[in-house]
C-alpha cells in the first residue's frame, strides 16, 4: 500500500471540523486498506506505531527532525530553523523544503506503508551508542524518498505531532461502518476494543475473521483493560434508590488507580490512562509478586502512598514523587505504599469482566493473600440510608476520600471503558453546591498580562461529553496558580498546542492558543450557573444556555493519573446545577416574601 494514500487521506480529513466527514473520510481509507497492513494503519493514523500501552515511541526530538531535513532538502539550518518560527508545524516546514529541495536524489520506488512503519519501528528500536545518527540517517532517507505531502505527516508522526483530531471512538466508528456491516456492529467492535485497548488488534481481527472473531475476543494478561468508570450522586437516599435499594460499599482510597496485570513471575502495572508505570512502583511489583496466589492474573487496586512511621494514609499528592525518574530508591523509603485491591477481572484462564459483583468479589478474596500492606478494600452490603452514612465517615475518618457503592445485581459486570450506574462515587465535597472538586481538561489559554507576561494569564476548561465524544467550554481559570505552575504550565502545555480549536472541543469562545484535550487539572468552584457563552451541556436546563462554574480556583492538584475522557462530564455539572437549585428551593429563605 502506498504511503501517498494515508497522506492524501489524513489532508482531507484535518481540511474538515466535521465529525461526520471525517468519519466517513476515514471509512474509505479502511475499506481501501490490505488486510495485511490494516494493524498498521489504525497505529499510524493514532500518531503511534503501536498501541498506547506500549512504552515505544519513535523519540524524535525537533531539533533532530530539523537536521534530518536540512540533510535531506539540501537547505542550510538557519533557513529550515527560520521558516519553522514563521509557521509553526515542522510539518508544514518540511513540505515546503521537499518540495523545492535542491539537493539532486537518484529516483525513488514510491514509499509504501510498509516501508515507512519499518524505518519507524527501526527508529525507535534503536538506542545505546549511534542511535542518534541512526535516527538521523533513517529519518532523511524518509524525508528524502518522500513526496512533499507525505513529509508533512512523516515529520509530524517522527514528532508526536500528528493531531488529525480523531478519536479512537472515531476510529471504532470507522471499523463497524467498514467492516461490520455499519454502526449497529459497534458494541461488538467497542467491547474487544475496551477489553484489549489496543485498536490495531481490533482492526487486524474484524478484518480477517469478521464479527465472529471480534465477539471471541479474549482478554490478554498484558494488555490493559480500559477502567470502569463510576457515575457520582450526593446522598445515601439517593445511591440505594439507583442501584436497587441495596449495595456493595467500599472505601474510595486517596490513592493511584493501577491494574496490575501478572504472568507468572512478571508484573506490570498500568495507569488508569493505560500507561505502564511498573518503574515508578518497583516495591508494588514485587507486593503483587508475593500476595496474589493465582498465577496469572489481572486485578484493580488503589496504590496509597502512608505514612512509615505510623502507616496512615497520605494524600494523592505525595505519589507525584514516584514519577521522579532518577529518585525513585529515595522516593520508596520516603513515600511507601499499601496496596488496597477492589476488583479482580482475569485469574488463572478465567475471563471475569462479564462475571457479576460477588463472583469477583468472592474470587479477589481468593487470590489475594492479605498482609498489612496489601489489603482488600473495606467494604460492606447494606441497604439501610444510616448505615451507609455511618460508613461514609467512617470511610472519611480513616483518611479516605469516600465511597464506591457498587451494584450487587445479577447484572452487576465489569462495564470496561464505560461510566455507568452500576458504580456510584459517594465523596464528601459533594454534599454542597460547589464545595465539589471537579476535574477539567485544558483545551485553551490565555496569554498573561503585566506580572503573568511571557506565560499563559489564564487556561479555558471544558467538561468531557461522551455522547458526542466532545470537549464543551465551563469555565476559564487564573486563579489559585502558583508562580512555579506559571512557569511550569506553558512547557507542560507545548507539545499539545494546536493552530486552531481543535475539532473535538466545543467552543464559543475564541482562545488565544488551542490545545488538543489532554491535560487534567481539579478545580474548585463558588457555584454553576447559566451561561450563554459557555458550552458544556447546551440547552440541557434552558434553551439557548450552556452552564458555568463560577469564580474557579485551580486546587494545586495536575490529575496525570486521568486521560482526557475520565475528566468530570457535561452530566455530572448539569446534576450539580440541578442539587444546588432544588437546595435554593428548599431553604426558608426561599420561602419569605
Known amino acids: 500500500m502506498q504511503y501517498a494514500v494515508i497522506a492524501e487521506a489524513y489532508e482531507k480529513i484535518e481540511a474538515t471540523t466535521k465529525r461526520l466527514e471525517m468519519t466517513d473520510l476515514l471509512v474509505n481509507l479502511l475499506k481501501n486498506t490490505p488486510e495485511e497492513v490494516i494493524d498498521k494503519v489504525v497505529y499510524l493514523t493514532q500518531g503511534r506505531i503501536y498501541p498506547d500501552f506500549v512504552s515505544i515511541e519513535i523519540g524524535v526530538a525537533e531539533r533532530l527532525a530539523v537536521k534530518a531535513l536540512v540533510k535531506a532538502s539540501g537547505r542550510r539550518e538557519s533557513e529550515v530553523e527560520e521558516d519553522l518560527k514563521k509557521s509553526g508545524d515542522l510539518g508544514i516546514t518540511a513540505q515546503k523544503f521537499i518540495a523545492s529541495k535542491r539537493q539532486l536524489t537518484f529516483a525513488h520506488q514510491p514509499l509504501t506503508v510498509e516501508k515507512v512503519y519499518e524505518t519507524f519501528d527501526k527508529m525507535a ?98 494488555e490493559p483493560i480500559r477502567p470502569m468508570l463510576a457515575e457520582r450522586l450526593s446522598s445515601p437516599e439517593e445511591i440505594l434508590e439507583k442501584l436497587g435499594g441495596k449495595c456493595a460499599a467500599e472505601y474510595k482510597y486517596d490513592g493511584e488507580r493501577i491494574q496490575a496485570h501478572k504472568k507468572g513471575d512478571e508484573v506490570t502495572l498500568f495507569s488508569r490512562r493505560l500507561e505502564t508505570i511498573s518503574n515508578q512502583y518497583p516495591d508494588a511489583v514485587e507486593l503483587f509478586k508475593k500476595c496474589v496466589k493465582a498465577r496469572n492474573a489481572i486485578l484493580e487496586g488503589e496504590c496509597v502512598a502512608v505514612n512509615p512511621a505510623t502507616g496512615e494514609m497520605r494524600p494523592f499528592q505525595e505519589l507525584m514523587h514516584r514519577r521522579r525518574k ?23 484462564g478465567h475471563d471475569l469482566t462479564l462475571k457479576p459483583y460477588f463472583v469477583r468479589r468472592k474470587m479477589l478474596e481468593k487470590v489475594v493473600e492479605k498482609t498489612d500492606r496489601v489489603k482488600i478494600a473495606t ?124 475539532a473535538r472541543v466545543q467552543s464559543l469562545i475564541e482562545a488565544e492558543v488551542w490545545f488538543e484535550p489532554n491535560v487534567v487539572l481539579e478545580v474548585l468552584g463558588a ?51 440541578q442539587r444546588q437549585l432544588k437546595k435554593i428551593q428548599e431553604s426558608p429563605a426561599s420561602a419569605e416574601p
Open 125 to 222: 528500536q534503536t538506542s545505546g551508542s549511534g542511535a542518534v545518527d541512526l535516527k538521523l540517517a533513517l529519518l532523511a532517507g524518509l524525508l528524502s524518498a518522500a513526496s512533499p505531502k507525505e513529509a508533512r505527516y512523516v515529520m509530524r508522526t517522527v514528532t508526536g505531532n500528528l493531531r488529525l483530531g480523531i478519536a479512537d471512538m472515531t476510529v471504532l466508528d470507522a471499523l463497524a461502518i467498514a467492516y461490520g456491516g455499519g454502526k449497529e456492529a459497534r458494541e461488538l467492535v467497542e467491547r474487544a476494543y475496551n477489553v484489549s485497548s489496543d485498536l490495531g488488534r481490533v482492526a487486524k481481527v474484524v478484518v480477517e475473521k469478521g464479527l465472529e472473531g471480534v465477539e471471541k475476543f479474549e482478554v490478554l494478561v498484558g
Open 326 to 348: 532518577y529518585e525513585i530508591k529515595q522516593a520508596i523509603e520516603d513515600y511507601p505504599v499499601s496496596l488496597f485491591m477492589f476488583d479482580v477481572l482475569y485469574a488463572d
Open 379 to 502: 467494604s460492606i452490603i447494606t441497604g439501610n440510608v444510616d448505615e451507609l452514612e455511618k460508613f461514609f465517615l467512617k470511610a472519611i475518618e480513616d483518611g479516605c476520600e469516600g465511597l464506591v457503592c457498587k451494584s450487587i445485581a445479577r447484572d452487576s459486570v465489569y462495564q470496561a471503558g464505560a461510566r455507568g450506574w452500576l458504580w456510584i462515587k459517594y465523596k464528601r465535597d459533594y454534599k454542597s453546591e460547589m464545595t465539589d472538586t471537579v476535574d477539567l481538561v485544558i483545551v485553551g489559554a490565555f496569554h498573561g498580562r503585566g506580572k503573568r507576561a511571557g506565560t499563559y494569564g489564564a487556561v479555558l476548561l471544558a467538561t468531557y461529553n461522551p455522547e458526542t465524544d466532545t470537549f464543551e467550554t465551563v469555565t476559564k481559570c487564573g486563579t489559585g496558580f502558583t508562580d512555579e505552575d506559571l512557569e511550569k504550565l506553558p512547557k507542560m502545555l507545548k507539545s499539545h498546542v494546536v493552530g486552531r480549536k481543535h
Open 527 to 577: 457555584e454553576v450557573t447559566l451561561s450563554p457563552i459557555h458550552t458544556c451541556a447546551t440547552n440541557a436546563i434552558r434553551r439557548g444556555n450552556g452552564l458555568a462554574i463560577r469564580f474557579p480556583r485551580f486546587t494545586g492538584k495536575y490529575r496525570l493519573d486521568k486521560a482526557p475522557e475520565d475528566a468530570t462530564t457535561s452530566k455530572e455539572i448539569v446534576g450539580m446545577y
